[in-house]
């Protein structure tokens, strides 16, 4: 008799073949297809998006959580105090210069990303699904080849980069994270609501009180969540660097159901060309879960 494991796999890779450009990584109740940015015509897979193009759970096998148009971890965009950040191919360079997929074993691949021609960065990003947690943990290195064009070292980070999340049709499509307001110094639950994109704002959990920019709130916890098909997914990240939160209610409007982007950002501080820049995560899927599940998982896995 096939485990659930063997049948789960095999409905994954039934709609995603491996190939140079795609690596399955599985466990006995979490699924994903690790892609290039390459474009997968055959799978309906768009150039220039990389990381996890398909997500799923046993628990409900059928339902997408990041679009497979897109993605999910999707290395978007970087930056470097003092070099050109335009137009949208400089902005979004990871998207658009080449990357190399590989096996590391057989629930780890890694995806490598030369010195870029304008930001001089170069990335490794590598995945990993653990034998029986329904978790994908990500280690990230960024190393600068250049120094920034601009010396300024007493206003703002050096680097930053960013991580798309284009989630496939949430019932509800904000965001939350845990934080705190100007008006109010308790650390609690927030949400990310938007109207369009470029144009969101941070309120309280229930909608209630005043809108508040997102520049203006701190967050208390390195981690966000939402929910996708009755689960909840959850992003939690350390680094020596600073943790942030993008958001937008439109990751795709070509698209005819919701697809927001929960996105997240690594800044970092006093580069040296040379140096790893790094950062490490854990994304987790509960089925029926709720947001009193992240901070006990949170400090499960730190």
């Not at 150039?47 to 398909?54: D, I, R, V």
């Not at 942030?244 to 950002?265: E, R, V």
Request: glycine fraction near 8%.
């Amino acid at each position: 008799m096939r485990t659930i494991r063997a049948l789960f796999l095999a409905a994954l890779a039934g709609c995603w073949p491996e190939s140079e450009h795609v690596q399955i990584i599985s466990n006995d109740c979490l699924g994903a297809a690790v892609c290039d940015n390459e474009p997968l015509a055959l799978y309906g897979h768009q150039s220039g998006y990389s990381g996890l193009a398909k997500l799923r759970h046993e628990w409900n096998r059928d339902r997408d959580i990041f679009v497979p148009f897109l993605a999910g971890l999707n290395y978007e965009t970087n930056w470097l105090r003092g070099a050109p950040n335009s137009p949208w191919e400089i902005q979004a360079e990871p998207r658009f210069e080449p990357m190399t997929l590989r096996r590391i074993d057989e629930r780890t691949v890694e995806l490598h990303q030369e010195e870029t021609s304008v930001k001089h960065i170069e990335a490794l990003l590598r995945f990993r699904i653990h034998n029986n947690i329904a978790a994908v943990d990500f280690d990230f290195t960024f190393t600068p080849r250049q120094a920034p064009p601009v010396e300024n070292p007493n206003f703002g980070p050096d680097v930053i980069v960013m991580f798309a999340n284009y989630m496939c049709d949430p019932a509800d499509p904000r965001l939350y994270a845990f934080g705190h307001t100007p008006g109010d110094p308790r650390p609690r639950w927030l949400r990310y609501e938007g109207i369009k994109h470029g144009d969101y704002w941070v309120e309280e959990r229930d909608g209630s009180g005043e809108h508040v920019s997102p520049g203006d709130v701190t967050l208390d916890r390195p981690y966000m969540a939402g929910k996708v098909g009755g689960m909840l997914v959850a992003w939690m990240v350390e680094t020596p660097g600073a943790f942030g939160i993008y958001y937008s209610p439109n990751g795709d409007m070509s698209l005819d159901y919701k697809t927001p982007a929960w996105d997240f950002t690594l800044s970092f501080r006093d580069v040296a060309v040379g140096q790893p820049l790094t950062a490490r995560g854990r994304l987790i899927v509960v089925p029926m879960g709720t947001l009193r599940d992240v901070e006990p998982a949170y400090q499960a896995w730190r």
